[in-house]
């Protein structure tokens, strides 16, 4: 999950899986895989940051070479 920020300052967690574009035209906008939008006040960077984060940490130590 990732924390963002709606634009009435309301905090939300979206699950970084369910994300399926980021936009940013006049608003930040996130369009989930279910079609439901969400405007938040993070920049499209800052989102596409976060979600890389969070699938590092989630994937942290599947890939070590264990000899």
């Known amino acids: 999950m990732i924390k963002l920020t709606k634009t009435y300052c309301e905090k939300i967690l979206v699950s970084a899986d ?15 895989k279910s079609e439901r939008k969400i405007i938040v006040k993070e920049n ?7 979600v890389i984060l969070y699938k590092r940490e989630c994937n942290k130590g599947l890939f070590r070479n264990e000899q």
């Open 18 to 32: 369910e994300i399926g574009t980021i936009e940013s035209a006049f608003d930040n906008t996130i369009t989930l």
């Open 44 to 50: 499209k960077t800052l989102n596409a940051e976060l």
